[in-house]
C-alpha cells in the first residue's frame, strides 16, 4: 500500500499551512524547509498568499498535480479535502496530522472509513490519522523535534504512538543512535505497523537497506502479516526490537482452568514475538539500548571481557550480565596475562574484569583492546572509561572508536561522564559510535538479544499424528468441557502418553477397573470442573475395600457423573496447556505444575505449530530449568520427552481450531517417561 510518493514525492503540498510555527501547520513547513525538502513545496491557507516565502493558495483548485498532501486541519475537512486532492491533482499519497476521529468516537471512526475508501479507490496511499507526520532522507514531513540526521546506517523506526515517536528518538539520539526513517501511523486507518514492515522487507536491498528496525506497537492487527514479514527481515540479516504496550489484562477473565488464568493477549504477543525472533522490550530507555546493541558487530559467543578503570562500574556490569546467562570468564592464558600486565602501571588488574586504574592511558586501553582480540579466550568486550573531570580524555575515546572498527570481536563503550567530558563524548558520536552511559542497562539489553531465539520458518508434523482422525473426534464431540474418553481418543491420536484409566459407573465396574490397571491408583470424580476443590480426587488407595468405600463417597459429591479409576503416576508435577486467542490462533504454555504454575506463574508460551527447536526454547527459558534438569542430586525430567509433548500438542491443535482451551496439570515426569495425569479440554464448534 505504502508508495514511492509517500516516500519519495517531488511535489508536497501543507493544507492548514501557517506562519505561525507554534502551530502544526507552521511547524511542518518550518521542519520540511530546514532539512531541505528538493522539491515543490506548496501551502493551502485561505488567508495567506505566502506562507514563510512559499506560495499559499486558497484552495486545492489553484494547484497543480501533488505528489502528497499533508493535512493539518480539523477532521470535518478532510474528506472533502482529500476527495479533491485525488481527483483533481492526482494526489497519490496523504498524511493527516489531524486527530478526532476513531479515536474520539464512532462518528469519527466512520469518517476514518469514507476517507480509506476515497483513498483506495484512487490508489493511493494513507498514513495517520493523529500522527507526527513521516520522516524519510527525502523530507521531513512532522510536526514535532528533534529531527535526527537520517542515513541509511540508522535504524527504521515504526511507531503506533506519534509522541513516544518523539520521545523514543529522545531516548536514542544522545547514545548516538541513528535512524533512517521514522514513520508515525497514528490511528492506522490505512497502513499501520505491519503495513509498514511488509513494505521494508519486500523493497529490502542487502547492502543498502537499513538492517535495524524498530516497532512501538499499541495494536496488533495482522499477526500473521507481522510474524511473516519480521521473520523474513530477520532471515535476511535483519534485528528487529519491539515494545508491545497495553499487554496486560485491564478486566478479569472468568477462569476456569490455570491456562484461563494465564493466558492472555499478553501471552500471545510473548509467543508472536519469540517465534518471529523479534527482541521484546518494555520501556523507552530498554528500546534503545538494545537498538545500540544492534548497532554493534554480533556478539557470536557468551564470553565477555570487561575492561574498566572504575571498580564499581565493572561489578555492576558483571553481575547483569550473569544474571542474564552471559559469561565473564577468568582469562587463562598465563603468559598473555603477563605480558600484558607488564604494559601497564602498578596495581592495575589483568584478571576479568580488566582494571586498569583511574590513570590508564589511551596507549594501555589499546594493549588491553588487542590482548582481549587475539590472545584472550573471549567473544567480546565492554569497556568503561569515564573521567573525574580533571582533564580531557579525547585520545581515549579516539582509540576506542579505531579499536571498534577493526577489532572482529565486538566492542561496547561505556562512557558515563555526561557531563566532565561531554565535548570528548559528543566527538566520540559524531564519529558514528553508539555509547552505553548506563553498564546495567547494556547488560540487560546485551542479555535480551542473546536470549531471544531466532526465528523458525520450516515445518515439522509430529509423527504419527492423523489429522483426519483428529477432526472426527472433534466433529462428534459436543461443546464444552469433554468426557474423558475424548480425551483420551485426543491424546491417544496425537501420540501424548497418560496414564491408564478407566471411568465407572457402578461399584463392580471400579473395582475391576482398579485390578485392571493394578493398585494402587487414583480415584477421581468425573462432572464437576474443578475435582479437588469439591474433595473429588482419593490417591493412593491399595485395595478393593478402599476402592468400594472410595466410590460411594465420591458419588455423593454433587454434579457427579461417574468415577475415573487412574494408574498411581509418581514423578515431577509439569504443566501444559493452551488456548485459543483471536488472530492470534492457539498460544501454548509449559512450565512446571502445582506451585510454579499457580502463585509463581513460571511459564513460557509458544504459538502453535511449535518445532522441537521452539518447544526446546520454550523450556530453557524457564526459571525452573535448573529443577528440570536435576538439581542437587535430585532427579530431573526427561527433556526430550517433554519437548516432544509440547510439539504433538501444538500440532493436536493445529488440526483442531474448535479447540479454545486445553489443561493439562499434572504431567508427572522422571527420567524415563512423562505421563499426562489430569486434563481438561473445552471444545466450541
Known sequence: MINEKLLKPNSIVVVGASNNIAKPGGKIIKNLLDHHFAGDLFAINPNESKIQGIPAFPD???????????????????????TDLAEQNNTKAFIIISAGFGETSDAGKELEQQIVKVVEKHDACLIGPNCIGVMTPWHASVFTTPIPELTSEGCDFISGSGATAVFIMESGIPKGLRFASVFSVGNSAHIGVEDVLAYLDEHYVDGESPRVKLLYIENINNPDKLLYHATSLIKKGCRIAAIKAGSSSAGSR??????????????????????????????????????????CKE?????????????????????????????????????????????LFPGSSVENPIDFLATGTA????????????????????????????????????????????????IYPILPSLI????????????GNVNFPDEVLLGRALTKVMNTPQPVTETEVAHGIDPEAVKAVIAEAKDGYQPPEVIHNLFDLAGIPRVKEMVAKSESEAVLAAMNIG??????????????????????????????????????????????????????ELFLGATYEETFGHVVLCGMGGIYV???????????????SEARSMVTSLKSYKILKGFRKQAGVNIDKYVDIIVRLSWLLRFATEIKEIDINPLLGNEKEILAVDARIRIEH
Do not use: W
Request: some cysteine; glycine content about 8%.
Open 254 to 295: 472468568a477462569a476456569s482452568s490455570h491456562t484461563g488464568a494465564l493466558t492472555s493477549s499478553d501471552a500471545a504477543v510473548e509467543a508472536l514475538f519469540r517465534k518471529a525472533g523479534i527482541v521484546r522490550c518494555y520501556g523507552r530507555e530498554e528500546l534503545t539500548t538494545v537498538a545500540s546493541v544492534f548497532m
Open 60 to 82: 486545492v483548485a489553484e494547484l497543480p498535480e501533488i505528489d502528497l498532501a499533508i493535512l493539518a486541519v480539523p477532521a470535518k475537512y478532510c474528506l472533502q479535502t482529500i
Open 299 to 343: 556478539l557470536q559467543g557468551e564470553k565477555l571481557a570487561i575492561i574498566t578503570h572504575a571498580g564499581g562500574p565493572g561489578v555492576m556490569l558483571t553481575d547483569a550480565l550473569e544474571d542474564g546467562g552471559l559469561k565473564i570468564p577468568e582469562i587463562a592464558d598465563s603468559e598473555a596475562k603477563s605480558a600484558l600486565l607488564q604494559k
Open 420 to 431: 566532565n567530558v561531554k565535548d570528548d563524548v559528543a566527538h566520540f558520536l559524531s564519529r
Open 598 to 612: 499457580e502463585v509463581m506463574k513460571d511459564v513460557a508460551s509458544g504459538l502453535a505449530p511449535l518445532t522441537h
Open 363 to 410: 596507549e594501555q586501553l589499546g594493549h588491553i583492546i588487542d590482548a582481549c582480540e587475539n590472545d584472550f579466550d573471549v567473544d567480546g568486550m565492554a569497556v568503561i572509561f569515564g573521567s573525574p573531570g580533571l582533564f580531557p580524555i579525547g585520545d581515549v575515546y579516539d582509540v576506542l572508536s579505531e579499536k571498534m572498527k577493526v577489532c572482529k570481536k565486538p
Open 519 to 572: 493398585f494402587p491408583v487414583v480415584m477421581k470424580v468425573v462432572g464437576p470442573v474443578h475435582k479437588t476443590e469439591v474433595g473429588g480426587v482419593i490417591l493412593n488407595v491399595r485395595n478393593v475395600t478402599q476402592v468400594r468405600k472410595e466410590f460411594h463417597h465420591l458419588f455423593q459429591i454433587e454434579g457427579t457423573e461417574g468415577v475415573l479409576i487412574a494408574q498411581m503416576a509418581a514423578g515431577t
